[in-house]
């Protein structure tokens, strides 16, 4: 697959670059991915799209404020993308760096209130480990003074308002860098309704990092190589997967990174561990019967996803239409069912 194959043209207005009032009021495109239909729909009209019996797979990943600013003692800028915790050194943590220049071991990088931080080693080429230069965890100094990492295309600076709304309503487990965006549609009324026509949820954890949004940039797709990221599924979820097996029920996975981690449990039957499967045209879905999600950037891992499950050819479509629906696209963006 050529990497020109993951192109449309998005018209930069039409980026949603904040939230709706109302969840559960997004717009929502029905693809069937056999025939190719296409309905537009409410996201809270979504039981009238499921039916009883089917499961929902929610990722309950929280997002946590992983953005720092930062200065070196000689007074340049240094924003740092914490990314997860090291394995060693202990205290350290995997940052992304934006900087003119390498940051070099030892380096001391100041935070507001007199804080700091220091370069303690390399990952690898531009992922320094970050330490607490005083002890203090670096959970603790997140909590004090990170921000959300919005993504680029959101183009103004986080407010105190998206640290809630950048955030599902069942997020539990705090790990992520970005949020598993397909699940910000859903309300606590409209679980509650959904359960009520027997549309039941189960809940999985994979905690997105920076490399789910990566750009693919090698010519040829199946070159591109997606950084690992952490899930784990929890026995409750996996009897409840079986048992909407049993009845004839379908597994609905809710956003592209509760896909990822259902479809590498079916392949390596490890319910806990790093997956770095990159799924793209030509995959076989294993577990996965339908899918919510949103409408994502040209040449990135999520569509050539979406492209997988859905048909590339009806996905292009789906998104000509909702183009010219003027449909919210990304993050904050409107949802799309592919059943």
Known sequence: MRLNDLDYDLPEELIAQAPIADRADARMLVL?????????????????????????????????????????????AVELLMVRPADEPAGAWIALARTHRPLREGLRLLLEGGRALRVVGHSRPGRPLVASDDGTPIETILAAAGAPALPHYIRRPPTPEDLTEYQTVYAEKLGAVAAPTAGLHFTDDLLAQLDAAGIRNARLTLHIGPGTFTPVRSPEVEGHSMEAEWYTIPPATLAAIEFTRRIGGRVIAVGTSSTRALESYAITHDPESFTGLFIFPGFRFKLVDAMVTNFHMPRTTVLALAMAFGGRDHILAAY????????????????????
Do not use: Q
């Open 320 to 339: 000509r239409d909702a183009i010219r629906h003027r449909y919210r696209f990304l993050s904050y963006g409107d949802a799309m069912l592919i059943i």
């Open 32 to 76: 069937d991915r056999r025939s190719g239909e296409i309905n537009h729909s409410r996201f809270y009209k979504l039981a009238r799209h499921l039916r009883d019996g089917d499961l929902l797979v929610l990722n309950d990943t929280r997002v946590f404020p992983a953005r720092l600013k930062t200065r070196k003692e000689s007074g340049g």
